[in-house]
């Protein structure tokens, strides 16, 4: 850990054990993750670490969170912010299947709750979300027969990946070049996206969570799931008629799939305007997440355009950071 990195974990942390607590009792603290993995080392990687978390890092990610706050559902918290101690939610983003075979047993070891949001045109998909299939298939078999489909199509679209990406090795810079790429293709048109993704070679298993498990989990009292659009497609980028069909979709597949569905809807990739929240509305949503850093306030917030903390591995590993992520929250 750098310099840089020592100090904002050291003030942190003291923010977090001084007065901080008393201005994160006014408020709330929703934690923003997406996916679980196995092997720390792997989630590690700069082109996985802000958006993976090592599986031992998640059980002490949720040891300090419950030596610090009140871990409560999120929709509790969203209806009643402030309390006499600190209190937080925890959401996942996507639907990922590791939520259910590496996040819960902690969750429910921990007794934490948490909400996940489903990209619902991907339950039980071996396809999977673009970043994840166009990511992996480069990084793990981009000189592969399998993979020539994707780079010709990359290739039409004067894309075509870097060198230092077609080269096998488990390579920080390599990840971080495959990191900065993945980025590039965000700007393309979700059809786009997704014909990319289906042209990346199939996963033995599905990426996302399938019907069944969602309703296993939401069994258990202790999960609850929400709406995080249906293609995963920019919703700011959709005309009228496309951005209401993306929004009914999923807000039906949750009505039909889930006994208690949540009524907070969460933009994929945080993106939303006056024309997406009002369309939020319609279908009925009071709540609604976006990405930007910042508490929960019981005035202030815009309902629809709500704010959490993002968790990489490199805070999860470290509490400290997070701790620095809630001080900078406090002064959005």
């Known amino acids: ?49 802000p958006l993976c978390v090592g599986q031992s890092q998640f059980e002490q990610l949720l040891q300090w969170l419950r030596r610090h706050f009140h871990c409560v559902p999120l929709q509790q918290l969203l209806e009643f912010p402030g309390a006499d101690r600190p209190r937080l939610a925890l959401t996942f983003d996507d639907g990922w299947r590791d939520n259910a075979e590496l996040a819960y047993p902690l969750l429910e ?16 998909s071996h396809q999977g979300f673009w970043w994840e299939a166009i990511g992996e298939t480069l990084w793990q078999q981009a000189d592969s027969p399998g993979a020539k489909p994707l780079r010709e199509q990359l290739q039409a679209l004067d894309l075509a990946p870097p060198e230092a990406l077609l080269r096998r090795g488990v390579d920080p810079a390599r990840s971080r070049a495959l990191g900065a790429y993945l980025q590039r293709l965000k700007t393309l048109a979700p059809q786009t996206l997704q014909t990319l993704a289906d042209s990346c070679p199939a996963t033995a298993a599905p990426h996302a969570l399938d019907w069944a498990q ?15 659009g249906a293609s995963h497609g920019i919703l700011t980028g959709l005309d009228g008629s496309a ?32 024309q997406v929240r009002a369309a939020v509305a319609e279908l009925g949503y009071r709540f609604a997440l976006g990405t930007q850093p910042g508490l929960i306030e019981a005035e202030g917030n815009s309902l629809l355009a709500l704010p959490r903390i993002d968790v ?21």
């Open 214 to 228: 969602v309703q296993r989990l939401e069994r258990s009292g202790l999960v609850r799931f929400g709406p995080h």
């Open 1 to 49: 850990m750098n310099l840089k990195q020592s100090l904002k974990r050291l003030l942190g942390s003291a923010y977090l054990n001084s007065f901080g607590r008393a201005r994160l009792s006014e408020a709330g603290v929703v934690l923003m993750l997406h996916r679980v993995l196995a092997d720390s080392a792997a989630a590690s990687l700069p082109h996985r670490a």
């Open 243 to 274: 951005l209401r069909a993306d929004l009914q979709r999923s807000h039906q597949a949750l009505q039909e799939h889930c006994q208690a569905p949540l009524g907070v809807y969460c933009y994929p990739n945080g993106d939303h305007s006056p």
């Open 109 to 124: 070891r921990y007794e934490v709750p948490a909400s996940i949001f489903l990209s619902t045109d991907f339950i039980g």
């Open 312 to 332: 990489s591995q490199a805070n999860a590993a470290r509490p400290g950071l997070l701790a620095w992520r809630l001080l900078q929250g406090a002064r959005a």
